[in-house]
């Protein structure tokens, strides 16, 4: 990690691709899902956080105390699970340089890559964190081609 | 009988099933999920629909890994149904005694069986 965290965006929030590629590259002491909907939800916080894990700990937190951790150079990789929750981190004062887009679909959205796909609702959030100097990088696991997300590549999707 | 469902990603559900089919003949009531290209509701909607096949007396859901998408997704469906168990980590020799065994055995008794088989069948072989 250049940053001591990581931020992933992805929808399908903590499975394999995250818990057993991405943390073996990174080698996060905590990996932390930030979502004030599954943060309130005990029952869907209490499975994210029963599944087994090797050498980190799993967080569910909302994401003012997940923008904190960033903030406090705390070795985690941080997964949100859209580009507004990425904002609303990158608002609450997380204190990052480059974002990971990792996995995003839906129906009507138009094909960035084949794990992310970009719906008209998701690219306000996506200019106001490169407005704000933040590098986006959509790449599904570590060994992948990444590819530079800048607004010219948003001015096409939506055009 | 007790029903076994194995979810996995890719094509490994579908590869395990035909191995163990090969190995110990019957594979009826083993039902397969792929997580391939599947949202995480769309997978839960998939194992729900699963479970809802399977037979009255038990069903074990088997995944891959115990960290993923379908452990997860399993997790979701278990809250709703007291009569199913899910056990992860699958590999040949647990599938192979699950459907040998599970016709004799109940639901409890067979999962603790296969935690047993699955985990005693890793082992290091050498030659002479």
């Known amino acids: 990690m250049a940053e001591a965290g990581f931020v992933r965006v992805d929808e399908r929030l903590l499975h394999g691709q995250v818990l057993v590629a991405w943390a073996a590259a990174l080698r996060p002491r905590r990996i932390v899902l930030a979502s004030e909907e599954v943060a309130a939800d005990a029952s869907q916080r209490a499975i994210f956080e029963s599944l087994p894990t090797d050498d980190y700990e799993i967080a569910v937190t909302t994401i003012a105390e997940a923008a904190a951790a960033l903030r406090a150079g705390e070795r985690v990789l941080v997964v949100v699970a859209s580009p507004a929750d990425a904002l609303r981190l990158v608002e609450c004062g997380a204190g990052i340089g480059a974002i990971n887009l990792g996995g995003l679909r839906g129906a009507g959205k138009r094909r960035l890559t084949n794990a992310i796909f970009l719906g008209v609702e998701d690219l306000p959030a996506l200019r106001a964190l490169l407005e704000r100097g933040i590098a986006l990088e959509a790449r599904e696991l570590p060994g992948s081609r990444g590819l530079v997300v800048d607004a010219a590549t948003l001015d096409r999707l939506e055009s | ?128």
């Open chain 2, 1 to 128: 009988m007790v029903s076994g469902i194995i979810v996995t990603h890719g094509k490994l559900a579908d590869a395990l099933r035909d191995a163990a089919a090969n190995i110990a003949g019957d594979a009826t009531h083993l039902d397969i999920v792929s997580n391939d290209d599947l949202s995480p509701d769309e997978l839960v909607a998939r194992v729900r629909s699963a479970v809802a096949r399977a037979g009255e007396h038990g069903t074990i859901v088997f995944t891959d890994l115990g960290g993923g998408s379908c452990a997860t997704a399993c997790l979701r469906v278990l809250r709703d149904h007291p009569n199913v168990r899910l056990v992860t980590g699958i590999n040949l020799p647990m599938l192979v005694d699950f459907v040998l065994r599970r016709g004799d055995l109940e639901l409890d008794a067979l999962v603790a069986r296969l935690l047993q088989r699955g985990q005693s069948s890793i082992q290091e072989l050498r030659g002479a």
